[in-house]
């Protein structure tokens, strides 16, 4: 074998190597985090506007609060929703503090919101749909992800949330 042909191939191997090695290296810095819980909340303000377009059309902007059981964190959620009669899509905001007020994680929500009669007649109201991490401090700096989740409305503006997600620092 030529002595070119050699150190092209050292070269090649050495080169493959440091892209195996910091590749790993960089694996190994990222620290994922997958985390889920159930949230009990209520509405605390509420606007609704009514839409002339089509019968039982509304858009409606909300604010909630709610605890987390599992972390103790508070999250106070902002939302738009666009409903005909109870059925539509929903977008918005949630900051979640955790119980000492110093870890902060803001998301940008999507969902879709279902409404139902139960044989009785009553209305229920479910949500499922994604989040997205925004921001985070304190603990949750340079965090990204995001996951789902799904509501269930109990009546008089309470609410029961399951939701789970997966979050890595980068």
Same mark, same amino acid.
């Given at each position: 074998?030529?002595?070119?042909e =050699?150190? #092209?191939r050292?070269i090649m191997?050495i080169?493959l190597a440091?892209?195996?090695?910091?590749? /790993?290296?960089? +694996?190994i810095?990222? @620290?994922? /985090?997958?985390?889920?819980?159930?949230?009990y *909340? /209520?509405?605390?303000?509420?606007?609704?506007i009514k839409?002339d377009d089509t @019968? &039982?059309? %509304?858009?409606q902007?909300?604010e909630?609060?709610?605890?987390?059981? +599992?972390?103790?964190?508070?999250?106070?959620s #902002?939302?738009f =929703?666009?409903?005909?009669?109870?059925?539509?899509? $929903?977008?918005? =905001?949630t900051?979640? #503090?955790d119980?000492d &007020?110093?870890?902060?994680r803001?998301?940008?929500?999507?969902?879709?919101?279902?409404?139902?009669?139960?044989?009785? &007649?009553?209305?229920?109201?479910?949500?499922?749909?994604t989040?997205?991490? /925004?921001?985070?401090?304190?603990? !949750?700096? *340079?965090?990204?992800?995001? *996951?789902? !989740?799904k509501?269930k409305?109990?009546g *008089?503006g309470? =609410? %029961? $949330?399951? !939701?789970?997600?997966?979050?890595?620092?980068?």
């Amino acid at each position: 074998m030529e002595l070119n042909e =050699y150190k #092209r191939r050292m070269i090649m191997l050495i080169s493959l190597a440091l892209i195996f090695a910091f590749g /790993v290296i960089a +694996s190994i810095a990222e @620290e994922k /985090v997958k985390r889920s819980d159930k949230r009990y *909340g /209520v509405t605390t303000k509420v606007e609704t506007i009514k839409v002339d377009d089509t @019968e &039982g059309h %509304i858009i409606q902007i909300a604010e909630s609060t709610g605890f987390d059981v +599992s972390t103790g964190a508070v999250a106070v959620s #902002r939302n738009f =929703y666009d409903l005909i009669k109870g059925n539509g899509t $929903m977008q918005g =905001y949630t900051t979640m #503090r955790d119980p000492d &007020g110093g870890n902060v994680r803001c998301t940008k929500t999507l969902g879709k919101v279902t409404t139902t009669l139960s044989p009785s &007649g009553k209305p229920i109201t479910t949500m499922e749909g994604t989040y997205s991490l /925004v921001k985070g401090t304190g603990t !949750w700096e *340079g965090f990204q992800g995001g *996951g789902i !989740w799904k509501v269930k409305i109990l009546g *008089g503006g309470v =609410y %029961i $949330m399951d !939701w789970e997600g997966e979050f890595t620092k980068k």
